[in-house]
């Protein structure tokens, strides 16, 4: 095949293509310096974040909490000290024992930033000492904010682990469990970051066969993170941001900004291939897969975004890391990566990692990527001869995998998330198996207003006789002339279970003749549940809405975005299902290392959710956007099905399976909730790109036909006045007769081969085995 000199002329290449090919070096030394300041900038970006976030800030328990943590410190132990009497003592009654422990006691009260000390020796009440006498707890409250708290913690906790005389106490309680999350969290990321970036270069030699290929999708990667590192760090300034965070910072980073790499630098080679210059080769793939790559990352973003809706920081921090990270990687797969190729030209192709293995085949590189685009063009044909089948096989197995999740239960975080061998999992394990009712963890209900002992004393009565109360203490008030008072409830069977979430409406009901509000950890978790199921609508249309115009405008077509919709949905019952099949019911705990709860975080799905969906927007964009491009310049429906996924499933399924890995390294973090985000998501994605892409979506296209580019008239106007799309807009379909320069768009090849798929158009099939090299695929 002759080359085609075509050097773009100013109105071909665009004024995007202008801007960032005109000074490639300076883009590129320019990028280099603003790296370097974030990566200074957002250096101990962890140490400010915050381990909860799982609470909403204005429901009654959280009002009743500060309120409690302000006039009783005491009412609140957040730290619980659980001590051990040593062999020799005669259990925790022992007088040396007793003298040791209120030494103890006494030395935490005088500790800066620690309030409400209480002991089993102040106040011997049964619920602090264990049934076997072995063990009893010092109780304290840590005052100030999660990461006060957690800098208190780092002071005192080795001045009071370990062996004192006659005893040994271990730390335990709300504090220490977040401390221990945080310190857990950041080791796993940095061991997550170690996995996934090597298998990550090793797949990308894979794909792309040459090493400098390869490196440029790992180069944006790590521009998208260290950025959004950045940017969280200003954040923690402003708002709480979850250490949770920084995981989807991670993995999205990498994940994302490989996707959009793979595809401007495949489509860069595919356009050097067929005869372009450099410049001109990075003019075409960005009015081609250039604007996919925008479209994807408003998709990803806006379904990000919806997390804003909900007001635990929890799931906002999710929004601001995963927008910004989204926005950050596409911002480099468009400015820093078209520059770096402007520069490298045809050495984009150096650097054959494969070449010893090719070794002694003839032609062997046409012939991968022709098999391969055939080898798709094939599965595609099959799938819509038979497209009723696989139609309904198809979505029948989806829904079915996801039919556990229809018997989800909602819960809360507790130190369980921690791995076994965590002391402070270890301390409220042996409290939960040892201890009478459950210290710390009942309800708590205010009294405000003014009121007689007989008031209180008959409200106290009413309460007690409710049904699942085990016990109720109080009332405590403040002091003389205090409008405070509360009463603490112990509820049967667990702190959070569905007994004692029903109490919390029951308590609530009580009428009383002063103001009243609960709190506790169930009543924390019953107003986040409320307060999602609030939001939940707004933020679903927010997603729908703007998916549905967003693909149309790349579309032009009033089906596809529904389709797309419905689709993406089916692709995440898989994922749903296994949450529940695996994290609720235990399946599997042992082979992943995790404690089952019985319940899903109540936030997981909706932020599971929100990222899965995102992502599976993001391959359907990108292989809608090339369906379209066929069709409109062939006009042939099916062939362009055809030629679309042969030109993009192997791609995408190469992007799903670099993102997979990465999810599974973030999956590999022994914090169940980081476990059960990385290893569900990375599910997600991989039935999304093996199942719905290769399977379904070309089966549903078959049955809706040529219905599915429809759109009314004043629709189709519209978006001949506002949309894009990933073809050459200028570019004409070739007649029949039309010679190898004509009608060229990119992606065009010079004619379909032998070995083109079934209604494929021009292009598809060997003649683009013919410019691809191999790897570029």
């Not at 009783?72 to 259990?91: D, K």
């Amino acid at each position: 095949m002759s080359e085609v000199k075509n050097p773009p002329s100013p109105g071909e290449s665009g004024r995007w293509t202008r801007i960032v090919t005109a000074r490639p070096r300076l883009s590129l030394l320019l990028t280099l310096v603003v790296t370097a300041l974030a990566v200074f900038a957002g250096g101990g970006v962890a140490d400010r974040m915050g381990s909860g976030g799982w609470e909403d800030p204005d429901a009654q328990s959280t009002r009743a909490a500060s309120v409690l943590e302000r006039e009783f410190p005491g009412s609140q132990p957040n730290l619980l000290l659980l001590v051990h009497a040593r062999e020799g003592a005669a259990g925790v009654d022992d007088p040396a024992v007793a003298a040791e422990a209120e030494r103890l006691t006494v030395r935490l009260a005088a500790e800066q930033g620690v309030a409400g000390v209480g002991s089993y020796w102040r106040t011997p009440s049964p619920a602090l000492r264990s049934e076997d006498g072995g063990q009893a707890l010092i109780a304290a409250r840590v005052t100030g904010d999660e990461k006060t708290a957690t800098r208190v913690l780092d002071r005192l906790a080795p001045r009071y682990q370990g062996d004192h005389g006659p005893l040994r106490v271990s730390l335990g309680g709300q504090a220490a469990v977040q401390r221990e999350v945080t310190a857990t969290i950041q080791e796993d990321l940095l061991r997550a970051e170690l996995i996934a970036l090597p298998v990550t270069l090793v797949l990308l030699v894979l794909v792309f066969g040459s090493a400098v290929a390869a490196l440029l999708p790992l180069g944006v990667g790590i521009v998208a993170v260290l950025g959004t590192n950045a940017v969280l760090r200003g954040l923690t300034e402003f708002t709480d941001v979850s250490v949770f965070a920084q995981n989807l910072t991670t993995a999205l980073g990498l994940g994302l900004a490989i996707d959009y790499a793979l595809f401007i630098v495949r489509r860069f080679r595919e356009e050097l291939a067929a005869g372009r210059d450099p410049v001109g080769a990075v003019g075409a793939t960005l009015r081609t897969a250039g604007r996919t790559v925008l479209f994807s990352a408003l998709t990803v973003a806006v379904s990000l975004s919806a997390m804003l809706f909900f007001p635990m920081y929890f799931l906002r921090s999710f929004a601001y890391a995963g927008v910004a990270v989204v926005l950050l990687a596409a911002g480099a797969a468009l400015i820093l990566l078209p520059a770096a190729l402007v520069l490298l030209g045809h050495r984009v192709n150096s650097l054959d990692l494969r070449a010893l293995w090719r070794r002694g085949r003839r032609s062997a590189g046409v012939r991968e990527a022709g098999e391969t685009g055939r080898g798709w063009a094939r599965t595609t044909a099959l799938v819509m001869r038979r497209a009723p089948l696989f139609a309904v096989a198809t979505t029948a197995g989806l829904l079915l995998l996801g039919l556990p999740f229809l018997g989800v239960k909602f819960g809360t975080v507790d130190d369980r998330q921690l791995p076994a061998t965590a002391e402070s999992h270890m301390v409220q394990q042996q409290i939960r198996d040892g201890f009478p009712g459950s210290p710390g963890g009942g309800l708590i209900v205010l009294a405000e207003g003014a009121a007689g002992p007989g008031d209180l004393t008959a409200y106290r009565d009413r309460v007690g006789a409710l049904p699942g109360v085990v016990r109720i203490d109080g009332p405590v008030s403040a002091g003389p002339g205090s409008p405070y008072a509360y009463f603490s409830v112990a509820a049967d069977g667990e702190a959070v279970g569905p007994r004692a979430q029903d109490l919390v409406g029951e308590v609530r009901k009580v009428d009383a003749p002063f103001e009243t509000s609960v709190t506790g950890q169930a009543a924390v978790l019953v107003d986040a549940q409320d307060a999602i199921a609030e939001e939940l609508p707004a933020a679903l249309a927010l997603v729908v809405l703007a998916t549905l115009l967003l693909v149309f405008l790349l579309t032009g077509s009033v089906l596809i975005p529904i389709q797309a919709i419905l689709l993406n949905a089916l692709s995440l019952t898989a994922m749903f299902g296994a949450v529940v099949w695996v994290f609720q019911e235990g399946n599997l705990s042992g082979l992943l290392s995790f404690t089952s709860t019985g319940d899903i975080e109540t936030t997981l799905p909706v932020l599971m959710f929100c990222i899965a969906f995102g992502l599976s927007m993001d391959y359907g964009v990108f292989l809608i956007s090339r369906i379209k491009e066929e069709y409109d310049r062939t006009g042939d429906h099916e062939g362009a099905v055809s030629a679309g996924l042969a030109r993009t499933g192997g791609l995408i399924t190469a992007a799903a399976v670099i993102l997979a890995v990465v999810m599974v390294a973030i999956g590999t973090s022994r914090v169940t909730n980081t476990k059960m985000l990385g290893l569900g998501i990375a599910l997600a994605v991989l039935m999304d790109a093996m199942v719905v892409r290769s399977l379904l979506v070309p089966a549903v296209m078959k049955l809706t036909g040529k219905a599915t580019w429809w759109a009314p008239g004043p629709l189709r106007r519209m978006h001949e006045r506002f949309g894009l799309s990933e073809g050459e807009a200028a570019a004409p379909a070739p007649g029949p007769g039309a010679g190898p320069e004509a009608g060229r768009g990119p992606g065009a090849g010079p004619g379909p081969g032998p070995g083109a798929g079934p209604g494929a158009g021009p292009g598809a099939g060997a003649g683009e085995a013919e410019r691809i090299p191999a790897g570029a695929r």
